[in-house]
C-alpha cells in the first residue's frame, strides 16, 4: 500500500509541475495615459504611454515577476456619440472616464501573447 500511495504522490506532484508557468493577465484596463493589468499570481502590473502616443504604444510592463511586452492599438474610429461623450467628461475634469477604444497585445517571455480588447466587451 505505501509504494501505491509514493506512486499516486508523484504522479500528482508531475501534474501539478506541468501547469505551473509564468503568471498570465487576466484582463486590461487602459486610460489615455497609463495601462493596468492584473496577473494571475496577484500582482498588478502597469506602465505609462510616452507623451504624443495618440496612435498607441508599445512597451514593457513594470512591477511584473516576468518580462511582458505589450502594444496598444488606438482606435481612432469613434461615433459621434462617443466623441461627445468624451468632450463633456474632460471638460467635466475627467478625461479617463471612457476608456479609449484599443487592442491591447501582451507577449510574454515564451513568446505566447493575449489579446484584450478596451473597454472589455459586454458579457
Request: glycine share 8%; net charge negative; with cysteine.
Amino acid at each position: 500500500m505505501p509504494r501505491a500511495l509514493i506512486l499516486t504522490t508523484a504522479a500528482a506532484l508531475a501534474l501539478v509541475a506541468c501547469t505551473v508557468g509564468p503568471p498570465r493577465p487576466l484582463s486590461v484596463s487602459l486610460t489615455d495615459t497609463t495601462i493596468t493589468v492584473p496577473m494571475s499570481n496577484g500582482t498588478t502590473c502597469t506602465d505609462t504611454a510616452p507623451p504624443g502616443a495618440a496612435a498607441g504604444w508599445s512597451g514593457r510592463l513594470q512591477g511584473c515577476p516576468t518580462a511582458y511586452a505589450y502594444t496598444v492599438e488606438i482606435d481612432d474610429r469613434t461615433n459621434p456619440v462617443r466623441y461627445v461623450l468624451e468632450e463633456i467628461f474632460t471638460a467635466l475634469g475627467g478625461p479617463d472616464v471612457i476608456a479609449p477604444l484599443a487592442t491591447v497585445t501582451i507577449t510574454d517571455g515564451t513568446g505566447r501573447t493575449r489579446t484584450f480588447a478596451s473597454p472589455p466587451p459586454l458579457p
